[in-house]
Nanobody, 115 residues
Framework: QVQLVESGGGVVQAGGSLRLSCAAS????????MGWYRQAPGKQRELVARITSGGMTSYADSAKGRFTISRDNAKNTVYLQMNSLKPGDTALYYC?????????WGQGTQVTVSS
């Protein structure tokens, strides 16, 4: 039914950039809030960035000034532009969609930042 498919992960050197994409299907995309989470080995999953159905954005302190979340409702896609990447950004990045009490998750895309 509902599917969230992430893409764009990979291996980059510190200081480099990546753009993650999340394509959604099986839901009315425009009314959902969307977010990007990440989980590193041995760590809890954390919220990186969020964009509401109205287009309001918020970021984790670690992402402010470096990451930008955006959405294209015509393409049912949410993006995460990541610049000035650091080794600490290495994690599995998950796409999330939520509306009221319903939450949906993608399977994740791996981001590895080498020093």
């Amino acid at each position: 039914q509902v599917q969230l498919v992430e893409s764009g992960g990979g291996v980059v050197q510190a200081g480099g950039s990546l753009r993650l994409s999340c394509a959604a299907s099986g839901l009315i995309f425009s009314i959902y809030n969307m977010g990007w989470y990440r989980q590193a080995p041995g760590k809890q999953r954390e919220l990186v960035a969020r964009i509401t159905s109205g287009g309001m954005t918020s970021y984790a302190d670690s992402a402010k000034g470096r990451f930008t979340i955006s959405r294209d409702n015509a393409k049912n896609t949410v993006y995460l532009q990541m610049n000035s990447l650091k080794p600490g950004d290495t994690a599995l990045y998950y796409c999330e969609a939520d509306l009221t009490s319903n939450h949906y998750w993608g399977q994740g895309t791996q981001v590895t930042v080498s020093s």
